[in-house]
């Protein structure tokens, strides 16, 4: 196993729980031990990331009662039944109500081993699946995800569509902070490949002799990533980190299966260089990048969409303030200015912590978006732009941020937002167009 995993161990005799945990620590595992089903079912919610060893035989809930209840809390849940001899009817029915397998006692610790081994590797994909299938809801509509109205963010979107159709090998590039994560996630999940296993593996994280093991093999125990990644994606971040010879290990690997339809798997390459001359110790070679760029993605940093500044803030704090129970701060005319006017090295990712701060900061009841931006310095705001846009632009994105805080106060209500920003209805109607603002989001987001 590439990580370790929990085994819920219920048995009301000491000397079996004992020797089950000391067999399965021995193997890897995390054991939890429990006399009784009821102690057991206080630890285990749908999310569970083990599996489940039981004797049928238990005070209070037996272990046919506590399968059914693990069925109502999880029907993919793997449990492995233990029966005394002669109870093979029992066995029989564990296995109708939806048991993993059973083992009868005495039982043969190899044996037991090998099962929970199998168990394990069924509950892995189950749980990788189900976050998949989550990340596929979160970016099934990538406006929601990939948020911001600027043409590059309008273009983003549309590449990435095209790309996640395409199913071939994918570089995106761009700057530390810019999302590079969440499009190869979003390239996944919106393509042919959605529900099959997304390997992720930092290429700079590793010793080459490491790295090496865990792309190709032989791996100690369990599959090498590539071949783990076989019908799925495997995202390879800091993509330009890999030496000559995995590069060219690679390379072969790639052009085994070049005269296929489809690749048995997608090679998803991140990096925070622009290009493969950035790389300060060696070059890609060339022909990698062929393969591996059939399609290119470059995210924009954020000072070149900087209208999205503004509404992307909000959102970020609006967050924030529902996670930590206290109402966002209030962005004056000024704050926009330094906003606007912030270069954000760490793009995206950088004014995610400036958002949380300021939700903070103005829950202390001390907030200065002035002191955040840049700690320590004279609050003066900035007076000349940075590249930040046209002022129509500026002004915009100020107009947008206003209108989508009061649709959220106003839960989508456009008379009363009219009323609140004193505008006749019919303008604002036109600007909500404008700004792709709709009713429903913030309707849907009051309710739920």
Known sequence: MSEQMEVTIVDDKFDVRESLRQWLELSGYIPRTYESA??????????????????????????????????MIDPQLPVIMITGYGKVRLAVEAM??????????????????????????????????????RELSGIANLQNRLVGESSAMRQLREEILDASQADGHVLITGEIGTGKSTIARALHACGPRQGKRFIVVNCDAFAEDELGRQLFGPMDEGLPLIDQSLGGSLCMEDFFALSPPLQARLLQRIEETKFRDRAPFRIIAVSNQQSE??????????????????????????RERSEDILPLFNRFTCMFSEDYGCLPPTVTPEDAVLLLNSDFPGNVRQLIQVAERAVLSNRRGNFSLAELLSPGEPSIPHTQSKGVGSLRQQLDAFEHMLIEISMRQNNGSVAEVAKDLSIPRRTLNDKLAKYRLKRSDYQDRSES
Do not use: C, H
């Not at 209070?60 to 009662?65: A, C, N, Q, S």
């Not at 081994?117 to 976050?131: D, G």
């Not at 060339?286 to 995210?299: G, H, K, T």
């Open 277 to 302: 001359q950035d790389s300060t110790d060696w070059l890609i070679r060339q022909d990698l990048i062929d393969r591996v760029a059939r399609v290119r993605i470059n995210v924009p940093p954020l």
């Open 38 to 71: 009821e102690q057991a079912l206080q630890d285990i919610d749908s999310d569970y990331p083990g599996i489940v060893i039981s004797d049928v035989m238990l005070p209070g809930i037996d272990g046919l009662g506590f399968l059914r209840r693990i069925q």
């Open 96 to 133: 109708q109500l939806g048991a993993y397998d059973f083992l009868e006692k005495p039982f043969d610790p190899d044996r037991m081993a090998d099962l929970a081994k199998r168990a394990s590797q069924a509950r892995s994909l189950t749980l990788e699946n189900r976050a998949l299938r």
